[in-house]
Nanobody, 121 residues
Framework: QVQLVESGGGLVQPGGSLRLSCAAS????????MGWYRQAPGKQRELVAR???????DYVDSVKGRFTISRDYAKSTVYLQMNSLKPEDTAVYYC???????????????WGQGSQVTVSS
């Protein structure tokens, strides 16, 4: 069993900052990628940022220059530092890990429980 536990969401004023964390634990053989998605009311879930061992991080255009994704490989943890937050960043943010549970299994997606981020004055 794999668990992704998120922390760090909340309410912040426009222009403020928040940091999300997500720790993966359980039956994990290898993590290929970790990332963050978000879903605003009435909208589809979208990829915000993703990081792998072998390539530069990817970001959706709307957060480039404001959000930074990082990963602590020893702790199987991924972070999302969000600066200069805007009301349109308001959404539920979900942690994602694309990983193998055994050496002979294929990579599969696992999800965190979701963290509400609200940007409002």
């Amino acid at each position: 069993q794999v668990q992704l536990v998120e922390s760090g969401g909340g309410l912040v004023q426009p222009g403020g900052s928040l940091r999300l964390s997500c720790a993966a634990s359980g039956n994990i053989f290898s993590i290929y990628a970790m990332g963050w998605y978000r879903q605003a009311p009435g909208k589809q879930r979208e990829l915000v940022a993703r990081i792998t061992r072998s390539s530069s991080p990817d970001y959706v255009d709307s957060v480039k220059g404001r959000f930074t994704i990082s990963r602590d490989y020893a702790k199987s943890t991924v972070y999302l530092q969000m600066n200069s937050l805007k009301p349109e960043d308001t959404a539920v943010y979900y942690c994602n890990a694309y990983l193998q549970t055994t050496p002979w299994s294929t990579n599969q997606n696992y999800w965190g429980q979701g963290s509400q981020v609200t940007v409002s004055s």
